[in-house]
């Protein structure tokens, strides 16, 4: 890998890490049409781990909160009715199943990094669950919209805090939208136990390069009516545990290469990690940004484009 290469893939992952248009996939499709040499896992990993440290930089506080109600929710059995305790505790169950897969589809998975027609056909799966999705999402919406009365709606906003009616609460920019079982209104539907478990599978199903992990959690969240803004930031913290666990892991199986003597190995890590890192920042901000005013559709529009575009591509490569 050339530096510039390493610049574009880092930016790329950046981007496409919390656009539900498949990270994975890009980084396979790119190097595809320019005819780069496919990037090493490592490299992916890294770059994804760049993606990680962005979400932590932005929401810190909020999941230093989670950690916090957890391990005091261990020991003391009244921080157990919070609601930063059940998220967290939601957090782990969504998590079990892409580690389950990852562990034992680990070889299997690293094979299609290689294949870029199936990483089309998955693309077009990504279409498929952002559609279906934001279909299902904005029905179960409107349901609950209609049978709001005035009242509802003056007192809507206090619904945006259902853990606390504190400050600190209120200042929350992620923990705070998220409403989960047992908590505030019921005017809504909250994040249960059955909830997590499905968008955890989707975040399984998103080990494929090409599946969007954004695109898979958002949408199985919105399926069952939770709202997009809500399903978006579950999905980012959902990213951490299982992008941290791919790091480490990768880190252990590839330390002999990228602790060797290859500097340019180092160099390209440190490259892509600066890039990704600094287009993620800009991504997330973005993203939440969008999802409050606009549906997802457009990206599953992306998702089909790319897709057509890589057969194509494909084609004259291999018949013309």
């Given amino acids: 890998m050339s530096i510039i290469q390493s610049i574009v893939l880092g930016i790329i992952q950046g981007i496409t890490e919390f656009f539900p248009i498949s990270s994975s996939g890009h980084l ?32 810190h506080r909020e999941i230093f909160r989670i950690i916090k109600a957890v391990i005091l929710g261990i020991f003391i059995r009244k921080e157990r009715s919070s609601g930063n305790f059940r998220l967290g505790i939601l957090l782990i169950v969504a998590t079990i199943p892409a580690a389950a897969v990852g562990y ?19 693309l077009l799966v990504t279409a498929l669950f952002l559609w279906l999705g934001e279909l299902r999402g904005t029905y179960v919406e409107s349901r609950f919209s209609k049978g709001r009365d005035r009242r509802d709606r003056r007192n809507s906003r206090d619904d945006r805090y259902p853990f606390s009616r504190s400050k ?5 920019g992620l923990v ?8 505030g ?3 809504k539907v909250r994040f249960n136990l059955f909830i997590a478990v499905m968008t955890g599978i989707g975040q399984a199903i998103a080990i494929l390069p090409g599946v969007s992990r954004a695109g898979a959690t958002i949408s199985f969240a919105r399926f069952f009516g939770v709202k997009r803004s809500e399903a978006v930031r579950f999905s980012f913290l959902l990213s951490i545990p299982v992008i941290f666990g791919s790091f480490i892991f990768e880190l252990y199986r590839s330390s ?15 490259t892509g990690f600066f890039f990704s890192y600094l287009a ?11 999802t409050k005013k606009k549906n997802l559709n457009i990206f599953a529009i992306y998702c089909i484009g790319l897709a057509a575009a890589t057969i194509i591509f494909y084609i004259i490569k291999r018949f013309i």
């Fill in 28 to 59: 396979v499709v790119f190097p595809y049409f320019f005819n780069w040499d496919y990037p090493p896992l490592y490299f992916t990993v890294t770059v994804h781990f760049a993606t990680l440290a962005a979400v932590v930089t932005i929401f």
């Fill in 104 to 122: 034992f589809l680990d070889e299997y998975v690293e094979s299609l990094f290689s294949k870029p027609m199936a990483v089309a056909a998955f």
């Fill in 168 to 172: 600190e609460a209120r200042r929350s």
């Fill in 176 to 183: 705070g939208e998220i409403g989960v079982e047992g908590s």
């Fill in 185 to 187: 209104s019921t005017k």
């Fill in 256 to 270: 002999g290469i990228i602790f060797g003597d290859n500097l340019h190995v180092v160099r390209n890590l440190i």
């Fill in 280 to 290: 993620g920042l800009f991504a997330i901000r973005f993203i939440v940004y969008l």
